[in-house]
């Protein structure tokens, strides 16, 4: 992946890594405050050796021997023999083992200094175990390690307090800071790491880029997601300025330059799987052509779900079927649609044959009537990984515009749709991503620019006809036709 990826992914997941983040933070700053807190004090004893009128090389060598000495002293401080009187004396209900973990003895390198340091929940206690620790040890050394043999001799090393245990003034631990920062780290570090797994592991379409790396097809454009769109599916004519609307009309335009050689533009329009926004895709694109002046049959191939007749509020009861048995012309069947030069092929009733059907002579002669008349003809057709209506079709046309919604198509079934157009032979035309979210690191960018206001379009509103179109096969003039319009 490159930089690009990550920024998105971690654009993707920030919400989710804040939460984490924050969750993080409060955490270590809860585990703190459930801390006991804990205080050091600390006295320091300084070893020497008496050398009282001693020469100048005495006073060296009893230097050095208190240096040597003082590394094993360090090691006596928390033994039974200093801590012993300790405990006995502040009267501490606690073993020599658990006392000696709480006392610690140093002795900085080249000196004969002995720090000792005694760890406590209470600082006045701390102070308290430190100074009788510090008198233990004086006690033990002069009186018991380095006893003379003599009676009434003094011992020759002396242990001397230079600095008593003052009481500390605040706890060591816990490190609230460190300990919220700890948890800070932790939390996006676990925030990051979910989103880097959810990538992974998400098989689904989200952008560009995943489009690019399955088919080396074009993109040839995106539609935002509308959560409006069950209730205006036709959004170019029910919104014509919207951003989405303009979505629309920009793939009308990519699409005007496929296939520039000479024939009859038909193009079927497919998913992987249903509820892609296939359908609605078709309608709001034969809507945008019709908007340029041109002549375009919308044909809804769907035999076994129909949905184009409801989306244009058209009667759907005799239609495609109907022309491919012989029971109805295609001139009965297409219903005029708008203002424009649109017309639309319901699908007619459901037969129990769609894929014989799609695939009779009977489709090929519908299919040349329309593309000598009109300059565009859209075929709504079944998904490809249901049916292989949609593979039928695309023998028969230019080839197939593939839907694939964001955020919900899986990269295998688009694969699978890919492979099953290259096993039969039809070209794949292009992919339209359906779904974009207008904000965030896979939108598509529309919403930027658009209309200072929305108005409705000058004329009335498209309106909805049944009735006879003249015999038109092979004529390049306009239909004559007998509409009934309703608004």
Known sequence: MELRDYVRILHRNWIMILI???????????????????????????VSVRTEGAATGDLVQGTTFARQMVTSYVDVVGTALVLDPVIEELDLDETVSSLSRRVTATTPLNTVLIDVSVTDGNAARAAEIADAVAASFQNAVQNTLEQPAAEGAVSPVQITVTEPAAVPTSPVSPNTRMLTLLGGVIGLALGVGIAMLRTVLDNRIHTLH??????????????????????????????????RAESFRSLRTNLQFLNLDSGPR??????????????????????????????????????????????????????LTDVLIGRMDVADALQKWGRNDLYVLPSGQVPPNPS????????????????????????????????????????????????????????????????????????????????????????????????????????????????????????????????????
């Open 356 to 487: 014989e059907l799609l695939g009779s002579a009977a489709m090929d002669d519908v299919l040349q009537a329309l593309g000598e008349y009109f300059d565009y003809v859209l075929i709504d057709a079944p998904p490809l990984l249901l049916v292989t209506d949609a593979a039928v079709l695309g023998t028969k046309t230019r080839g197939v515009i593939l839907a694939a919604a964001s955020g919900k198509t899986k990269k295998q079934e688009l694969s699978g749709a890919v492979r099953a157009l290259d096993n039969a032979g039809v070209q794949l035309l292009g992919v339209v991503v359906t779904m974009l979210p207008t904000k965030g690191p896979d939108s598509y960018g529309y919403g930027a620019y658009t209309y200072g206001s929305t108005h409705e379009l000058d004329g009335t509103p498209s309106t909805k006809a049944t009735g006879r179109l003249g015999r038109w096969r092979g004529r390049k003039s306009a239909p004559k036709k007998r509409t009934t319009a309703r608004a």
């Open 20 to 46: 984490l983040l924050v969750l993080g933070v409060v955490g270590g700053a809860g585990y703190a405050a459930l801390q006991q807190p804990s205080y050091v004090a600390s006295t320091q004893l300084y």
């Open 210 to 243: 995943d489009i690019e790396a399955l088919t080396e097809r074009p993109v040839l454009g995106g539609i935002a997601f509308d959560p409006d769109a069950p209730k205006r599916p036709l959004i170019v004519h029910a919104d014509p300025r919207s951003p």
């Open 266 to 319: 038909i193009f079927v329009v497919s998913s992987a799987g249903p509820g892609e926004g296939k359908s609605t895709t078709t309608a709001n694109l034969a809507i945008a052509l019709a908007e340029t002046g041109a002549r375009v049959a919308l044909i809804d191939g769907d035999l076994r779900l129909p949905r184009v007749a409801d989306y244009m509020g058209l009667e759907g009861g005799a239609g």
